[in-house]
C-alpha cells in the first residue's frame, strides 16, 4: 500500500472459493481496480476436492464470471467480476496453493471458514476429542504434510513461508465467526504448539496479524435460472455466474502486517473495533435468519421470503431482536454506534426478498455452532442482568421442534451440521424429557447448560412453538 515506486502486482490469496467470497471479498477489489487502483490482485483455491466443476469453470474463464445482484424492490443488474488474477487447481499435498502462499509478493491470506470449522470449544479451545480430522491433520503436520482443516493448510502455508523468508503476512477471516480474528489465532497457535515446532510458533507470532472482520451480503447457492438469467442479459454463458442481495458491508480492524488495499474508496469500513458492529450482525442478523429459516421449515415453506411472509414468523423474529437483542447490545454505559431499530428493519426488509430465492436448508445448517455462537450470547446476558428471555427463547425452541423432525426423519432435505455428533442428538430427541436433555447439552450452552432459567423458558417456548406448528398443519 505504501510502496507506489514499485509496480509489482501484490496478491491476496484466498483460501476457499465459494458463492461468498466471489459476492463479496472479490467484488471489493474488483471496484477498487475499476477505480484504477490495480496493484492488488486475487488468487484462490480450495483446500478441499469440493466445488470442481466451479473451480474448472472459473479456469477456463480466466477468473471471471457474472455477479447478478437483486435489490429488495426486484431490480436486478450484472457484473462481471475479474479481480481473481489466478484460479489455483486443487491437489491433495495443496502444493499450488502453498507455493502461492511463500511468494514474498504475497502480503494477506485470506479465507472463508464456517463457525463449526474452527473446532472451538466454549472456551475457545481446540476440541481434538471431538474431531478426528482435527486429530488427522496434526499427525499429517507431523510428518511434514498439509491436512484439510484451515490449521493443517495454514501451518503448510506458514511454514514454507518462514523458509522461503518471504515476510510478513497478514491473515484475514471472511466469515462469521465473532471476533473472528482473534479466536481463530488462537486455535491457529494452539494447533502450532501441539505440533511441537517452536520455530514456526515463534514466526507466525512476529510475522502475522489476524484482523477481526465482519462482512455481511446474502449469497444463496447458484441456480441453473441464474446462468440463464446472465445468459439473457450478457450474451455469455458464464459457468460460473452467481447471484447476491445489492446489500453489502465489510468492517475490518485495520491491524496490517505488510500493507493492504485501500478498501475505504469503495465503501469497506476500516475501524479500531469491529466489536460492536459484529455483535449487531451476529445477533440481529444471523440469528435471526436461523429463527426464520428453522420456523419456515416447520412451518412447510422452502425459502427464507416465505417465512417473512408468515405474519408468525415474521413477529416471532422481530420480537426477538427487539425485546431481548437490542436491550442488551444499546445500553446507556455502552451505546452502539449503529442505530440499531433501523438495522432490524434494514434486515427483515432484506430476508423478504423473493428474488433472492435463499433456502432454509441453505440458512439451518449448523445450528450446534450457531446456538452457542449467535444465540446463547443474548440469553447469558439476558440473565446476568436479571431480565427475561421470553423472545429469545423461541429461537432455541424452534431448532428442537426442527431436530426432533430430524430425529423422525422428517425434514424435506438433508440437514448439515459440523459440529453435531448425530449420535448425542438422536439421543436426546429420545429422551424422556427432551427439553431438559437439550438445556443439559454442552456443546450447545457451554456453563448455561442445566440452567433452571434456561429450562422453564424452553419448556414455554416449546409449548408455543408446539402451537405454532399445530396452526400450520391446520
Known sequence: MNQHDDTTPLTILHLGLGSFHRAHQAVYLHQLQQLGACRWVLAGGNLRPDMAETLSALQAQGGHYTLETITPQGERSYTRIESIRQVIPYQSDLAPLIAVGAQPNTRIISYTVTEAGYYLDPKDRLDWATFSDLQADLAAARQGRPGQTIYGALTALLRARMQAAAGAVTLLNCDNLRHNGDRSRSGLLQFITALGDTDLLAWVEAHTTSPNAMVDRITPRPTPEVAERVRAATGWDDKAALMGESFIQWVIEDNFANGRPDWQRVGVEMVQSVAPYEEAKIRLLNATHSCIAWAGTLAGYQFIHEGMQDPAIRRMAYDYVTDDAIPVLDTQDKPSPLKLAAYRDVVLDRFGNPAIQDTN???????????????????????????????????????????????????????????????????????SDPVAAFCADSVLWGELANNPRLLTAMRDASARVAQFTAQHKA
Open 361 to 431: 436448508q441453505r440458512v439451518a445448517m449448523d445450528a450446534f455452532a450457531k446456538i452457542p455462537g449467535m444465540i446463547a450470547p443474548t440469553i447469558r446476558d439476558r440473565l446476568a442482568r436479571g431480565e427475561t428471555i421470553y423472545s429469545v427463547a423461541m429461537l432455541p425452541a424452534l431448532f428442537l421442534a426442527y431436530l426432533q423432525r430430524w430425529h423422525q426423519g422428517q425434514i424435506p432435505y438433508t440437514y448439515s451440521d459440523q459440529a453435531m455428533d448425530p449420535v448425542a442428538a438422536h439421543a436426546m430427541c429420545e429422551a
